[in-house]
Every structure is written in C-alpha cells, then in structure tokens.
C-alpha cells in the first residue's frame, strides 16, 4: 500500500510564494510519474505540473513561469515551489503518482491566496 502525505499548504498575499512537498511511504518502488493537481471551489481536480520517468515535464499554462516541479527519486518525493502566486490560484492541492499502472493520491492541502 502505498500513501503520499503532503505537506507545505497555507495562507500567503498575492505575489508570495509557498512550497509543497510530497513524500511517498509504504510499499513503494519507483513511480512512473509523481505530480500536482488543484481543485477549487465548484471547479474540477485539473493537472498543476507533473514529472515523468525520463525526464519529461508538463506545466498548466496558468502556472507556467511561476511554478517548477521537481522530483527526488531517491527518496520518493516530489515538490512544487509557487511562485508570484495569485488569488487564483487558490485551491486544494492534491499529490499524485503513478505506479505499476495504479493511480495514488494524496489527501490534499490547502492553498490560500489573498488579494
């Protein structure tokens, strides 16, 4: 069984920057993939950033520039630092990883943005 716990959620003015973090526990080899994903308020869970094997990168547009994924394979883990964060950006952010062909989630953490 595996769990992703995150970490690194809170409250921050627009314009500021926060960092998550995800690590991987329990019975666990190498992911295929570990990423970020948000939902907001009566919105749908839509993909933030995410990194696969090899080295391959994918951005939303909306955070391309101010966001950067990176991944520590060694020790399971993969971060998001948010930069030049805005109101709309504020959402539950939810770590995801890919495994052996199952799909795992993390419980979220909330993300706040003031203006």
């Known amino acids: 069984q595996v769990q992703l716990v995150e970490s690194g959620g809170g409250l921050v003015q627009a314009g500021g920057s926060l960092r998550l973090s995800c690590a991987a526990s329990?019975?666990?080899?190498?992911?295929?993939?570990m990423g970020w994903y948000r939902q907001a308020p009566g919105s749908e869970r839509e993909l933030v950033a995410r990194?696969?094997?090899?080295?391959?990168?994918d951005y939303a547009d909306s955070v391309k520039g101010r966001f950067t994924i990176s991944r520590d394979s060694a020790k399971n883990a993969v971060y998001l630092q948010m930069n030049s964060l805005k109101p709309e950006d504020t959402a539950v952010y939810y770590c995801?990883?890919?495994?052996?062909?199952?799909?795992?989630w993390g419980q979220g953490t909330q993300v706040t943005v003031s203006s």
């Open positions: 995801h990883a890919i495994r052996l062909g199952s799909s795992y």
């Open positions: 329990g019975s666990i080899g190498s992911f295929a993939a």
């Open positions: 990194s696969l094997n090899g080295g391959s990168i």
